[in-house]
Each structure stands twice: as C-alpha cells, then as structure tokens.
C-alpha cells in the first residue's frame, strides 16, 4: 500500500471525475434528505414502532459509509485495488462454501476492509498499520455472520447449488 492517511496526490482532477464525485455525492445527499422528511413525517403521525425506526436509521448509516467511501476515493485510489488483493490472498488460505457464493463474500469483505481502512482514515491510523490478519478476520466474518447470509434481500446472490439453510 502507498498511501499514508493524509497523503493527497499531486496536480488537478479531471473534469470527469470533478462530476464524478459532485455527481455521487449529491444523489446521496439527496436520498439522504428523501429520509429525513420520511422521518418526519413518520415521527408526525405518531410513528414510534423501533422496527421502522431501525430500517430508517440503516438507511442513514449506509448512506454515510457511502460518503465515506466515495470522498476517500481520490485521495486513496490505491486502496480499492489493496483490499481486493489483500481479500483474495486471506481467500486463498481458507475456501468456505457459504450460502453466498465465494465471489459475494470476497466483494462485501472488500467492502468493509475499505469501510475499515477508510474509517480508521479519519481517525489517522494508516491502513499500513492495522494488523496481517485484518483481511482474514474481515473475510471470515463476512462468510459467517448471519444477517449478510440469510438475509431475504440476498437472495438473487445466493449460490443456485448451495441448498444450505442458514
């Protein structure tokens, strides 16, 4: 990995990715405003069931790593590459069939090792200097952890030949 926490590169952006990055951000900035008023007018019809509530909140936190992700991205290009590679060399230590195919766990542990590094970006901690192990934890979490394999949004993810219930 090259990057150090606060290394920005050199010379200008593109105009493609200057509307890249105001394009992205506003569409998240925009849904997030579209569930702060669902919000509000949950709150104002005297909405108070904490399952609702939960999935709204969600809704918030997904959108803020996603502006997480996407205003690293210019400064930290490196990174999405490191992860991949980092994930694929903790993959090839131990293969696990899961519910999910091999090929979902990788790209949504990629997700959250870049969700990790980028989280520990801002609290200046260098993704040189979180332990060897990290993307092995990641993967391995990813792979057993309960909501990510059964969960009924995945299903169109699911490994057509795994008939495994969890």
């Known amino acids: 990995m090259t990057s150090g926490?606060?290394?920005?590169?050199?010379?200008?952006?593109?105009?493609?990715?200057?509307?890249?990055?105001?394009?992205?951000?506003?569409?998240?900035?925009?849904?997030?405003?579209e569930v702060v008023k669902m919000m509000h007018r949950f709150a104002a019809?005297?909405?108070?069931?904490?399952?609702?509530?939960d999935r709204l909140l969600d809704h918030i936190g997904r959108a803020g790593t996603k502006l997480t992700q996407y205003s690293g991205d210019p400064a930290h290009p490196d990174w999405h590459p490191a992860a991949e590679k980092a994930i694929a060399e903790a993959a090839s230590t131990t293969i696990k069939d899961g519910v999910l195919s091999?090929?979902?766990?990788?790209?949504?542990?990629?997700?959250?090792?870049?969700?990790?590094?980028?989280?520990?970006?801002?609290?200046?901690?260098?993704?040189?200097?979180?332990?060897?192990?990290?993307?092995?934890?990641?993967l391995g979490a990813v792979r057993t952890a309960p909501l990510i394999n059964a969960d009924d949004l995945m299903d169109h993810l699911r490994d057509p030949g795994n008939t495994d219930p969890r």
């Open 102 to 138: 091999e090929v979902t766990h990788r790209k949504l542990a990629e997700a959250l090792l870049l969700t990790i590094w980028r989280s520990g970006g801002y609290f200046l901690v260098n993704p040189d200097d979180w332990p060897d192990l990290l993307p092995a934890v990641v």
């Open 45 to 53: 019809a005297g909405g108070r069931d904490w399952r609702t509530w």
């Open 5 to 33: 926490v606060r290394d920005v590169p050199a010379g200008d952006l593109s105009v493609e990715q200057v509307r890249l990055i105001v394009q992205r951000l506003t569409a998240i900035h925009e849904q997030l405003g």
